[in-house]
């Protein structure tokens, strides 16, 4: 009993299962076939000859395609009409072949199932042009007598239903008690002899306007004495130079005169090409343009008068344009329209059309090849139907003809494939690849998938018009590898690939430069080299023997170490690098020196407003440093002041504006040291008041005038020597790493800071998600932030730096900001738009800031919340931003420029940058502003990022108005411009731009394009930034690579902190 409840269980639970998978699958059914049209073609007013698009969308297209049937039959593309994505698009509608109904069907390609939308239908406008003015009552000619009612009607079709207006000898008619004009009917009632004449009718409707051009009607009512037009002029068209004949012959009592009106002017007289015979014939001699017009006779007596016109015309034929190449598939259908562009007729009369197939037999009107109106029309192209077709208009003015050429395509075929290759470094390889095919195939290169004309390597890379790809100044690491040639046409591509290998030569990898070394200290001089085979590297001082060292000199594997360094150590010394390729060698000239040391320090001062004053400064070392003086946070001194040549910075006047900071530099190339002192101004008169004859004693004035002379002299060299003391100590600390490692040389990571969360998002961060960040963690911030409240009225606004997206961004004195300082120059953004975005926006930036402290990223210092406007109080370096910095170093600023900065200065800045740009990218956050306006430098050349993002007016010009907000578009990639994507590799776009403005000292990028221009050069990737002169080829390509178009290809931060580091250890600057 107990089995047979446990099998129907297991039946049962069995059903269960299949009901549930039944329903799992009749839901995915459900949602595959749940799509239905959100746009369906609807119909409406086009001209015939005009363009025209039927819309047709659905809600989701993946996996749908689409058709559309005319009458209820699918056609396929054409030249005139085809489809553009789901939309059927009309280049030319015709009103012979487009008028019916149109349908869009909906196919989805995994369920089969199709839906149709409704049926549209194009109203067609048009008029036709052969018009003409028929007798309706009486039905015959020669019933016609005066009395009787006469009605006439014109026959213009079209759609719309035309508006008809009628004429008389060219007079226009208007409805009276004697003319009844109703529709394209006009009735003359009890016609009299006045009412003679030719009548004409013109139509018009949304299409245009047209005339009865076929035949008017001339209505003659015959008075027995009256004037009658016997024999009428007829139109007349005749080629350029042939003569031309107008006959009119009139007939009355008594004999009436005849007179020949040109364009309703005249009469015509009897001249050279213009004679009117006796018996009326006008003949016009050598026909000519200027004759073309409307010729009318009259007949006129004393009874009346009688007229008729006729209009001569030149024949004339304009050539035909190209019809151009049509490259298309085997079986595929092609249609090739031959006509003059939009409306124009191309002669007189209009031409007509034939078509020639390659042989020059006409083409028929039938058949798989043939002609309808002016198109030819190919229903399944195969290679027999090849060739040159000629389209010919012609009338009697003669035939142009134009050709169109019909290939049909086929798959490439190699005549040559690329073959192995091998190269040395730096030489120039040719990879050969040739293919033929139907057209002509066109031959690209790939390497990793990606053409190599579209990768950074400036005009190394060319492809010749024979398919052989050339590379000049073949790299190591950039260009050994397989490479692939592809020849393609539109039926289809052929590949074959072929490995270059090439052959490193002997070279150095880290060469040596030139350093001083500081006496008695520990030092390195580093000597690397590489090529096919490792080669051996040794140090070679002048005047020694090879190999022989003092005991304080330790050499291995081309690093030489000075465990103490002495006097004797400096002079050149000679790397040499050997293999089996040869041999070479490096000299460098070695420098002891001594880190200065001040023998005087200057010292806080006290002066009296109108006396003179001096604050003393002396250093001493190896070789002997230069004193310069810098004053607060404008660097330069006031005009009244002057270095003498001990030092001394004096002034005969102070003044209560010159209070404040100063700071005394003692610099060489052994190094920087700097005292900072006050000068406080007392607005009294000194204890004992010094008369004028003493203040200018003649001591005093020889003091001042020897000193004066020999201040310029040092500047050169103050700040090279302070970034050197920087560079030093760092040095040391990463020696000291560097031998707990396995590996010499490896660069110690350090973390970095960030300004947007990216959550693991791979585009622009959403703010929905930075707030929801910001409640889960409110809890914790809510005490961080009690912390950093600041008192508003303990700030002392110093100068305005400029507006930002916030607001005002200022300078400013915080007392007591900062433990063991009275006071603290720090930087001020403040809140002042009442845009939400920018709140939030701001708020996020408070909050980052908070989290991270690291020694290349500014702090946030304090905030001002209690109050409109808010405030975030940041950190503030001496030397402000790092692209004013770069700039003054040009030395345009004269004897105050800081010296020039050497190629260690620079990698040293960029070096940190990296690093912190490394910690910033560690903790998920994007900078999105990285360049040099926005990091700050102090005396000792320390970097800190920062995003003061002066927008509004300090670097206006670096930013561009793009979508409503301000972007620093030379600074960004493509993705981040248009499709808002930031992530951490737009930064390293931006970093790769960093580079370039520190080796360009602060020029902007692309200085000589507007802004439009970087847009569209960025969108067609036209343009590069090219290399500074001074910068080194391993940061070229470091560049390079944090320019590839595909965010994927550019490096980290951690890759870019590693290469820098290790070039910077390996040098040794």
Request: proline share 5%; charged share 20%.
């Amino acid at each position: 009993m107990a089995i047979k409840i446990t099998a129907r269980l297991d039946i049962r639970i069995f059903q269960l299962y299949l009901a549930v998978v039944f329903i799992g699958v009749i839901n995915v059914a459900a949602q595959n076939n749940n799509f239905y049209f959100t746009q369906q073609p609807v119909g409406y007013d086009v001209k015939d000859g005009e363009t025209a698009t039927l819309t047709c969308t659905v809600n989701n297209p993946a996996d749908i395609v689409f058709r559309w049937t005319h009458d209820g039959i699918t056609f396929g593309n054409s030249s005139r009409r085809y489809m553009d994505g789901s939309s059927l698009t009309f280049t030319k509608v015709s009103k012979d072949y487009d008028t019916g109904v149109f349908v869009c069907v909906a196919r989805n390609v995994l369920t089969g199932t199709e839906i149709t939308s409704q049926g549209a239908e194009l109203n067609i406008l048009w008029i036709s042009y052969n018009g003409k003015v028929q007798l309706k009552e009486p039905t015959d000619v020669n019933l016609l007598s005066a009395g009787i009612d006469v009605t006439l009607r014109c026959r213009i079709e079209g759609n719309l239903d035309p508006t008809v207006y009628w004429y008389r000898s060219s007079t226009p008619l208007e409805s009276s008690n004697h003319l009844d004009i109703r529709s394209n009917k006009i009735t003359i009632k009890n016609v009299t002899t006045q009412d003679n004449g030719i009548y004409s009718c013109r139509a018009e409707n949304r299409a245009g306007s047209a005339w009865s051009v076929m035949s008017n009607f001339t209505l003659d009512v015959i008075n027995p004495n009256a004037p009658v037009v016997l024999v009428s002029p007829e139109d007349l068209i005749v080629n350029k130079n042939e003569n031309a004949l107008l006959h009119c012959e009139v007939s009355g009592d008594p004999p009436p005169e005849v007179h020949w009106y040109y364009n309703n002017e005249g009469p015509i007289t009897n001249r050279s090409r213009l004679f009117i015979f006796p018996n009326g014939t006008l003949h016009i001699t050598q026909v000519r343009s200027r004759y073309e017009g409307k010729y009318g006779c009259y007949g006129i007596n004393v009874y009346g008068q009688d007229f008729d016109s006729a209009s001569l015309h030149m024949a004339r034929l304009d050539y035909l344009p190209y019809l151009g190449t049509e490259i298309v598939l085997s079986r595929s259908s092609v249609e090739v329209e031959c006509a003059y562009p939009g409306t124009f007729a191309g002669g007189y009369p209009p031409p007509t059309f034939t078509w020639l197939d390659p042989s020059m037999t006409p083409v028929p009107s039938s058949g798989n090849v043939r002609f309808v109106g002016d198109s030819l029309i190919i229903d399944s192209v195969e290679q027999i139907d090849a060739g040159n077709y000629t389209c010919r208009a012609s009338n009697m003015a003669g035939n142009v003809t134009t050709q169109t050429s019909i290939i049909v395509a086929t798959t490439p075929r190699f005549t040559l494939q690329p073959e192995n290759t091998s190269v040395k470094e730096t030489g120039t390889a040719f990879l050969h690849c040739q293919a033929e095919s139907t057209p002509q195939p066109t031959i690209t290169w790939k390497r990793d998938g990606i053409d190599v004309m579209n990768m950074f390597q400036g005009n190394r890379y060319e492809v010749f018009s024979n398919g052989t790809l050339q590379i000049r100044y073949v790299q190591l690491t950039a260009d050994d590898g397989e490479l692939m040639c592809n020849a393609s046409t539109v039926a289809g591509f052929v590949t074959a690939t072929a490995y270059l290998m090439v052959q490193e030569t002997l070279k150095f990898s880290s060469k040596p430069v030139p350093k001083p070394l500081k006496l008695g200290e520990i030092d390195t001089l580093v000597c690397k080299a590489r090529g096919k085979t490792v080669p051996i590297v040794w140090w070679q001082k002048q005047g020694s023997p090879a190999g022989v060292w003092p005991d304080h000199i330790n050499e291995t594997d081309g690093t030489l170490t000075f465990s103490r360094v002495q006097k004797t150590d400096a002079g050149k010394y000679t790397c040499y690098a050997q293999n089996t390729q040869g041999l070479i060698n490096e000299t460098v000239d070695i420098q002891v020196v001594v880190y200065p040391e001040f023998t005087l320090e200057p010292v806080d001062t006290e002066a009296y407003e109108g006396y003179s004053a001096m604050m003393h400064c002396q250093a001493d070392g190896d070789p002997t440093p230069q004193i310069s003086w810098t004053a607060g946070e404008k660097k330069s001194l006031p005009v009244h002041f002057e270095v003498l040549e001990n030092g001394t910075l004096y002034t005969s006047e102070a003044r209560v504006a010159d209070e404040g900071k100063y700071t005394c530099i003692a610099g060489s190339n052994a190094g920087l040291n700097s005292r900072e002192v006050t000068l406080s101004v007392i607005r009294d008169r000194p204890p004992t008041h010094v008369g004028p004859e003493e203040r200018s004693n003649p001591l005093m004035m020889k003091t001042v005038g020897i000193a004066v002379g020999c201040a310029v002299a040092y500047i050169v060299l103050v700040v090279g020597l302070m970034v050197y003391c920087k560079t030093r100590r760092k040095k040391q600390k990463r020696a000291a790493l560097a031998r707990e490692r396995k590996e010499n040389g490896e660069a110690p990571k350090e973390a970095y800071k960030d300004f947007t969360d990216i959550k693991g998002a791979p585009g622009e961060p959403k703010v929905e998600n930075e707030v929801a960040m910001n409640m889960m963690y409110a809890n914790k911030r809510r005490g961080s932030y009690d912390k950093l409240q600041f008192p508003r009225h303990d700030l002392q606004t110093i100068t305005m730096l400029g507006r930002g997206e916030f607001g005002e961004v200022f300078l400013a004195k915080a007392i007591g900001i900062r433990d063991g300082e009275r006071e603290t120059v720090v930087v001020v953004k403040a809140l002042m738009s009442k845009d939400e975005d920018l709140q939030v926006e701001f708020k996020r930036e408070i909050d980052m800031l908070s989290k991270l402290q690291h020694d290349n990223v500014v702090r946030l210092l304090g905030i001002c919340k209690e109050a409109d406007p808010q405030y975030m109080i940041l950190e503030y370096l001496e030397w402000g931003d790092l692209k004013q910095f770069l700039k003054a170093t040009r030395g345009d600023n004269g004897k105050n420029a800081p010296p020039p900065l050497h190629l260690n200065h620079k990698i040293s800045l960029i070096n940190q940058v990296s690093l912190g740009m490394e910690h910033l990218s560690n903790h998920r956050f994007i900078h999105k502003d990285l360049a040099t306006r926005n990091c700050l430098v102090s005396p000792n050349l320390e970097i800190k990022v920062s995003n003061l993002a002066l927008t509004k007016d300090a670097y206006s010009r670096e930013y561009y108005e793009y979508h409503q907000s301000l972007i620093p578009i030379r600074w960004m990639p493509p993705e981040a411009i248009f499709e808002m994507e930031y992530s951490t590799k737009s930064d390293v776009w931006a970093f790769g731009v960093f580079i370039w403005e520190v080796f360009s000292l602060g020029e902007l990028p692309f200085a000589n394009l507007a802004d439009e221009d970087v847009l569209k050069g960025l969108v067609s990737g036209e343009i590069s930034l090219e290399r500074p002169s001074s910068c080194p080829e391993e940061l070229e390509a470091l560049m390079h690579r944090c320019w590839e178009d595909s965010p994927k290809d550019r490096p980290s931060f951690s890759d870019i902190a590693v290469t820098i580091g290790e070039l910077h250890l390996d040098s040794e600057i």
